[in-house]
């Protein structure tokens, strides 16, 4: 295919499986960048160049009917990358000016039963499949002067209870992109955090971990089992209408860096279920609140009263407990 026009801008998006937020983000950017016509003559070729990705790029036929590009691109691999940015280059004149880095990996479970190669392979996604593209594609963004969006979570700053692995994951991104953000500048290259909340997408039906048997949370495991399924219940905003707020900010146009919390592009974007709560809360009162909420929302008090009372019983009837154990 040809080279884009210059009026043609590139979007590169990971992740694009459907149901998901990627693939709300590609329908989303390319419907703002649909071909304009005058009564004339064709005044544009299409706007915005959509590039959608998957490790399985046969889930992205849909997409490819629409006019989109579809490569397959494993973000945990570095020579599925480098085939990737090969492709990309060829497709865009070595320039890309938006990468939108969103593939990632729900992990619910207590930090007491993760399993540590369970916990890579979610770092590998959601941390240094990131790290890896952002480094790949560097080039790429510094011909274009482009836009990097990193699509993180609530879970970065708050204390989503069994979601330790996942959490921490989240709060890696944030502070890389806080970093990178200060690095890329001079290069005059952007970056934009998605702080992005509860949202109703493809995660809920895939498989869940479930509780060891010995687990210390087996007493509240009713707590645990509404925990998977959380992110979709829980004032879940829809990936359109997730994709049509996103879009809008990373199109949006550049002002200074005092005013991108109010106006433009800016370097947060928080948005989904239960992120406007979060984000004051946050700025207004601190972590305490957050803590709180999240100790009575998911039934760790109720925990806390079951182990008292079980140490009650053993402390009075220390033989009936030893027999009981064996």
Not at 277 to 297: F, H, K, Q, R
């Amino acid at each position: 295919m040809a080279s884009p026009s210059a009026r043609q801008k590139t979007v590169l998006i990971t992740g694009c499986t459907p149901g998901g937020i990627g693939h709300a983000l590609c329908i989303e950017f390319q419907r703002r960048g649909q071909t304009a016509t005058s009564h004339d003559t064709t005044l544009y070729q299409t706007c915005l160049r959509v590039i959608a990705t998957a490790r399985n790029v046969d889930v992205l036929s849909d997409l490819a009917q629409q006019g989109m590009d579809a490569l397959p691109l494993d973000v945990t691999n570095k020579e599925s990358i480098a085939s990737c940015h090969e492709a990309v280059g060829k497709l865009t004149g070595e320039q890309l000016d938006i990468l939108v880095n969103n593939a990632g990996r729900t992990h619910t479970h207590p930090a007491l039963d993760l399993d540590m190669d369970d916990v890579r392979q979610t770092f590998e996604t959601n941390v240094f499949g990131v790290m890896a593209m952002v480094a790949a594609f560097g080039d790429q963004l510094i011909a274009a002067k482009g836009l990097v969006v990193n699509i993180a979570s609530l879970a970065a700053v708050t204390p989503y209870v069994f979601g330790s692995a996942y959490c921490a994951s989240k709060g890696a991104v944030v502070s890389y992109s806080r970093t990178l953000r200060q690095e890329l500048a001079p290069l005059g290259v952007r970056v934009m955090v998605g702080m992005v909340g509860t949202v109703k997408s493809n995660i809920a039906s895939r498989g869940h971990r479930s509780l060891p048997e010995r687990s210390a949370y087996q007493p509240i495991r009713d707590v645990f089992e509404r925990r998977l399924v959380f992110s979709q219940t829980q004032d879940a905003m829809s990936t359109e209408a997730l994709a049509a707020a996103m879009v809008d900010k990373a199109l949006a146009a550049e002002v200074p860096w005092f005013l991108r919390a109010w106006v433009g592009r800016p370097d947060w974007f928080w948005r989904g279920g239960m992120a406007s709560l979060i984000w004051w809360t946050t700025m207004l009162s601190g972590e305490w609140v957050t803590d709180y909420v999240s100790w009575v929302m998911f039934g760790l008090d109720k925990l806390r009263k079951i182990v008292q009372q079980d140490a009650a019983v053993q402390s009075s009837n220390p033989e009936d407990s030893k027999a009981k154990d064996q």
